[in-house]
Nanobody, 123 residues
Framework: QVQLVESGGGLVQAGGSLRLSCAAS????????MGWFRQAPGKEREFVAA???????AYYDSVKGRFTISRDNTKNTMYLQMNSLKPEDTAVYYC?????????????????WGQGIQVTVSS
């Protein structure tokens, strides 16, 4: 079993920055891809970014150039640096992992999920 815990969310003004962290514990999958998803009110959960053990990454188009995903395999922790935040980035952000080795963009590729953390960007 894997436990994922997100931290670093909060309220920020448009144009500001936040850094999310996702700490994995239990039977960790340091060899596998980790990803970030988000769900805005009234919308379906959507892919944000993913990173493989070797740091191959993928991003949702709307966050390219603003968000950067990274991971520290020695700490079983993944990060999402979010810059130039916009009100439309407001959502609950989830980290996920599973037995996938490519930067998968689909939810079904991930077996384990965190509880989520709120990010609110005010205009």
């Amino acid at each position: 079993q894997v436990q994922l815990v997100e931290s670093g969310g909060g309220l920020v003004q448009a144009g500001g920055s936040l850094r999310l962290s996702c700490a994995a514990s239990g039977r960790t999958y340091s060899s596998y891809t980790m990803g970030w998803f988000r769900q805005a009110p009234g919308k379906e959960r959507e892919f944000v970014a993913a990173i493989t053990r070797s740091a191959d990454s993928a991003y949702y188009d709307s966050v390219k150039g603003r968000f950067t995903i990274s991971r520290d395999n020695t700490k079983n922790t993944m990060y999402l640096q979010m810059n130039s935040l916009k009100p439309e980035d407001t959502a609950v952000y989830y980290c996920a992992t599973g037995t996938v080795i490519v930067p998968a963009t689909q939810e079904r590729s991930y077996a384990y999920w965190g509880q989520g953390i709120q990010v609110t960007v005010s205009s």
